[in-house]
Each structure stands twice: as C-alpha cells, then as structure tokens.
C-alpha cells in the first residue's frame, strides 16, 4: 500500500495505492485519522483510483474517516472508485452516504 | 487443495487465485468478486479471530464443484469451498454481522459472506473448524 499526500490550499488529497484490506487498513485509518484531527483540514478527498480492493476493514476505517470529518465540521471525500470499490460501498449500503465524485477536478469544484 | 499459514501477507495471493478460478469456472465478474471477497473475509476471520492474527498457524481450503439436482431433473454447477483451521471451537452464535442501518465501522464481514454465497455453513469435527461455502452459477434466463 502506498500512501501519498497533497495539499491544496484548503484540501489535503490522499492518493492511495494497493489494496485496502485487514493488511493494509490500519495504515490507511491512521493516516486518515491523523490529518483530520491534528492538521484540521477542512477538506480531505481520497483518491482511490489506483484501489481495486477493499475489505471490510478497509470500509470500516473510511467510515471512521468519515465519522472524524464530520464531528469537526470538515469535508471527507471519495474520488476514482473502481467497480470493485464501488460494488463494496453499495453493499453496505454506504454509496449514498459518503460525498463521491468522479474526479478530482469535480471534487475540488464542490 | 490450497495448504497455507495464516499470515496476513497471504491474503492478497489467496484473493488473486480464488477470482481466477472463479472466472474459469463461468461465473460473471461481479460474481467472481464477491465470492473471492466472502473467502477473503472468511480467511481474515480465521486468521483474527481463529487464531489471534498468530502468523503461522495452519489453514487448509479445499475446491471442488459443487452440483445439485433441482425440479424437472435440472441440474446446477457451482463451486464449493471449504475452509479448516484448527483453531479453538468457535461459538455460531457469535456469527452475527451487524444491521447495515447502523452507520459504524465492523461487522461487515458475516454480510459480506452471507450476501455472496448460496450456502454457509460451519461445523468442527476432529478439533477443526471448517466453513462450508457454496455458490452455484445462474443459469442464462432463456436456458431451457
């Protein structure tokens, strides 16, 4: 898994690479979780373009992305899901409940 | 048969063979991908719950197709996976996901599983627990 970070004024953008499993997940979580609460970015987007698998534990820890962003007021966006990603979300019922955009270009013009 | 230890490392490798053969097998992708999840989840239960994420511990996945008999002598192929570990008894009980109306991390996996598959069943015998899970291929709609 690699995990890199961007910041545009605002917005801290992950690009997250491999796959989101019970291997993974933690790192992924604690990344998340640490840019939320201690950078206090006002918008966080997680381009999984290059993610093709996520477990529950990775679905997991976006929701407690998700759950963190909104207890301060910030914005928790995904972006690039694969169908692999996206078939995951829906079944947990989750695709209506996180912001998703096609694109980064979309998600920064929210 | 697949014999291999319960290092998490191996999981992506497991999930790599399971969506190929499942492909092989005729099954649509959007298929292959669940059932490779429902193992992935099964597998990352063993390994947690099982066996304490301890890295060494024996898992043992046998393959085979799965066939039954229906109405009007119709018969289904499949595949049937059974994974074993020797891990303490585990409780059935406890094979509870979570309702999906609750918004909060966990409990996804049982429903990931159950979701996937056409039969789950587990049972222990000879101090092995062994997860039964079966999914049968659609027939076309306009098969006869």
Same mark, same amino acid.
Do not use: W
């Given at each position: 898994?690699?995990?890199?970070?961007?910041r545009?004024?605002?917005?801290?953008?992950?690009?997250?690479?491999?796959?989101?499993?019970?291997?993974?997940?933690?790192?992924?979580?604690?990344?998340?979780?640490?840019?939320?609460?201690?950078?206090?970015?006002?918008?966080?987007?997680?381009?999984?373009?290059?993610?093709?698998?996520?477990?529950?534990?990775?679905?997991?820890?976006?929701i407690?992305?998700?759950?963190?962003?909104?207890?301060?007021?910030?914005?928790?966006?995904?972006?690039?899901?694969?169908m692999?990603?996206?078939?995951?979300l829906?079944?947990?019922?989750?695709?209506?409940?996180?912001?998703?955009?096609?694109?980064?270009?979309?998600?920064?013009?929210? | 048969?697949?014999?291999?230890?319960?290092?998490?490392?191996l999981?992506?490798?497991?999930?790599?063979?399971?969506?190929?053969?499942?492909?092989?097998?005729?099954?649509?992708?959007?298929?292959?991908?669940?059932?490779?999840?429902a193992?992935?989840?099964?597998?990352?239960?063993?390994v947690?719950?099982?066996?304490?994420?301890?890295?060494d511990?024996?898992?043992?996945?046998?393959?085979?197709?799965?066939? #039954?008999? /229906?109405?009007c *002598? +119709?018969?289904?192929? $499949?595949l049937?996976? &059974?994974?074993?570990? =020797?891990?303490?008894?585990?409780?059935?009980?406890?094979? #509870?996901? /979570?309702?999906l *109306? +609750?918004?909060?991390? $966990?409990?996804?996996? &049982?429903?990931?599983? =159950?979701?996937?598959?056409?039969?789950?069943?587990?049972? #222990?015998?000879?101090?092995?627990?062994?997860?039964?899970?079966?999914?049968?291929?659609?027939?076309?709609?306009?098969?006869?």
């Amino acid at each position: 898994m690699k995990i890199s970070t961007r910041r545009l004024d605002k917005t801290t953008i992950f690009d997250l690479s491999g796959d989101i499993d019970f291997v993974n997940s933690p790192e992924v979580r604690q990344s998340v979780l640490r840019e939320i609460r201690e950078a206090h970015t006002p918008r966080l987007v997680l381009n999984l373009r290059q993610v093709h698998y996520i477990d529950s534990s990775g679905v997991a820890s976006l929701i407690e992305g998700l759950k963190a962003s909104r207890d301060l007021g910030s914005r928790f966006i995904l972006i690039g899901l694969s169908m692999s990603a996206r078939e995951v979300l829906q079944l947990s019922r989750l695709l209506k409940v996180f912001e998703i955009y096609e694109n980064e270009e979309q998600a920064l013009a929210s | 048969m697949l014999a291999l230890y319960s290092s998490p490392g191996l999981l992506s490798v497991v999930r790599g063979t399971v969506e190929r053969l499942t492909e092989h097998l005729g099954f649509p992708i959007t298929e292959a991908r669940s059932i490779t999840r429902a193992v992935d989840e099964a597998l990352t239960n063993i390994v947690r719950h099982s066996y304490g994420n301890r890295p060494d511990q024996p898992i043992t996945m046998y393959f085979r197709r799965a066939r #039954r008999r /229906r109405q009007c *002598e +119709e018969v289904e192929s $499949g595949l049937e996976i &059974l994974l074993c570990d =020797r891990g303490p008894a585990v409780d059935p009980s406890k094979f #509870r996901g /979570r309702p999906l *109306e +609750e918004i909060r991390p $966990g409990g996804l996996g &049982l429903y990931f599983i =159950r979701q996937a598959m056409d039969i789950v069943e587990f049972s #222990r015998k000879s101090a092995t627990n062994r997860l039964r899970l079966v999914k049968y291929l659609a027939r076309p709609r306009n098969a006869v």
